[in-house]
């Protein structure tokens, strides 16, 4: 409390030999009012305060608002067409998906006909030939048989006509024509007779 | 300095001196003058210059002008556009809704312009200038807190009272009479008054807390400057021992001036965008419960007042 009183009278002197001119305007005025004002600054705020509100709301928020508007539409329209970009890109993704799938399964499917007709013809192949090994063995057979015949009845002819030539001469005897060709016929009868049985 | 230390009533310091009275005659407390120019009006008018002349021009440059680049803020402009879209979307959004965009140009001005006045508050023009020219015979003070006079925070807190009832009546209309009335009718006698007082004294605590916070700041450091005079007068050694802590003090006691200057603007703005919300979003409610059900603000409001009172 002492302390405070010598600070305040202290400070009080300093303060009076040190400015008091200014202390002298100060006490002018009155004692400091921290209500101090009155009307004028009232009138003086509301001039001031207006004309900024004016200047400020037609020079700077008018474009400062227009711009974080158009910023805000912008990034509303950028997020709207990245969605549908995106919406889009899932859309074709599962179109190309389908397209593969199905292509999958054509190959597969086509794989799997390939496999069968390369089946049906291995077969068909195989049967052709079997059947055409069997038309040529039974061709063969054939014209061994015809070829056998014809040789045995040439062998016939021959051997009947050395037979009645040397019989001929044995008997010395003339036959006509006609005793030859019918002693030939019986000959290759009973050759014919002999060839069956001993066959 | 010196005419920081010329008096030893601290409130010498923060308080208005005219430079220019009219006399009006009549004994009336606030009607007997009329001040047509004091160092407070003049920092409000340098306030002024400074929003119309630079703000304006560096708060709207921007990369290019076309395409992305018309979109992007360039150097101050990144600030005043920093300020102005967290008003829009955190603070006026949130409670105007659809109006936001209409009322959106008054937030930000009350803003920017109790911010710059504020700060105007803050710059010890006197000081400096009688550090390069010398201390003149009849000192004049230079600088002030327009923003630490209740004429000025009333002012500003009438031209809220205004936006409110004035727009409160044309959106809102009949709702927002019908607002002033939240109970049964036969309740109204008793109810109108209160929501009147209730209105009126939304403007006067706004009108208030702005001043007072910007008053008592300037008063703490004129308080702290003061004991270093007292502390020379007791010796040099003393003095010296003082004056340390007192600067440093008032360092710190200035940043966080700087943070008042900043939050005080803030809440004002604030405020007023909330009450403007209040008066242009009436529905019509019996129970008064769901009306405020509907202003989650509300809380924040009773926050920021605790808040502010904490200073």
Same mark, same amino acid.
Request: aromatic share 6%; net charge positive; glycine share 16%.
């Given at each position: 409390m002492k302390l405070t009183k010598q600070i305040l009278v202290t400070g009080s002197v300093v303060v009076g030999l040190y400015a008091a001119p200014a202390l002298a305007a100060a006490e002018e005025h009155g004692a400091a009012n921290p209500f101090a004002g009155d009307l004028g600054n009232a009138i003086w705020t509301l001039v001031i305060f207006g004309i900024v509100l004016l200047v400020l709301g037609k020079f700077l928020w008018k474009p400062v608002l227009n711009g974080l508007q158009s910023r805000e539409e912008f990034i509303a329209k950028s997020l709207r067409d990245a969605d549908a970009a995106n919406k889009k890109a899932e859309q074709v993704l599962a179109e190309y998906q389908a397209q593969l799938d199905k292509a999958r399964a054509d190959a597969t499917a086509i794989v799997e006909e390939g496999r069968r007709d390369a089946e049906a013809v291995k077969r068909t192949i195989q049967d052709e030939a079997r059947q055409e090994a069997e038309a040529m063995i039974t061709r063969a057979k054939r014209e061994i048989g015809v070829a056998r015949d014809t040789a045995l009845n040439e062998l016939y002819t021959v051997g009947a006509k050395l037979a009645t030539d040397v019989a001929g001469k044995i008997i010395s005897r003339e036959l006509k024509p006609a005793d030859h060709e019918r002693l030939i016929q019986e000959s290759i009868a009973e050759l014919g007779r002999t060839d069956v049985s001993t066959n | 300095m010196s005419l920081m230390l010329a008096?030893?009533? %601290?409130?010498t310091h923060v308080v208005q001196h005219p430079w220019y009275t009219v006399e009006l005659g009549g004994d009336s407390l606030f009607f007997s003058k009329f001040t047509v120019l004091s160092n407070q009006i003049a920092m409000m008018l340098l306030a002024a210059l400074i929003l119309v002349l630079f703000v304006v021009r560096a708060g709207?440059?921007?990369? !290019?002008?076309? !395409?992305i680049d018309a979109l992007v803020p360039v150097g101050f402009a990144n600030f005043v556009e920093l300020v102005c879209e967290y008003f829009r979307d955190q603070v006026a959004r949130p409670t105007l809704g659809a109006h936001t965009d209409r009322f959106i140009k008054y937030i930000w001005t009350v803003f920017f312009f109790i911010f710059t006045c504020n700060l105007m508050g803050l710059m010890p023009f006197d000081a400096a200038a009688y550090l390069v020219m010398g201390m003149p015979e009849h000192p004049v003070h230079l600088g002030g807190t327009a923003t630490a006079n209740i004429w000025v925070t009333a002012t500003l807190a009438v031209c809220t009272m205004a936006m409110m009832i004035v727009n409160g009546l044309r959106i809102g209309g009949t709702a927002y009479l019908a607002h002033f009335c %939240? !109970? %049964?009718?036969?309740?109204a006698p008793l109810l109108v008054p209160v929501e009147i007082l209730g209105t009126g004294a939304k403007i006067f605590a706004l009108a208030v807390r702005l001043f007072a916070n910007m008053m008592a700041g300037h008063i703490l450091l004129a308080v702290l400057l003061s004991f270093t005079l007292s502390a020379f007068a007791l010796g040099y050694a003393t003095g010296v021992g003082v004056t340390i802590p007192v600067v440093l003090g008032s360092v710190a006691i200035n940043f966080l001036e700087l943070f008042v200057a900043a939050l005080q603007a803030f809440i004002f703005a604030f405020l007023t965008t909330l009450f403007i919300a209040m008066s242009v979003n009436v529905h019509h409610h019996d129970d008064h419960g769901d009306h405020r059900a509907d202003e989650p603000a509300l809380g924040a409001e009773m926050d920021l007042d605790e808040a502010a009172h904490a200073h």
């Open positions: - | 008096s030893s009533n %601290p409130l709207k440059k921007r990369r !290019g002008r076309d !395409g %939240p !109970g %049964p009718l036969y309740m």
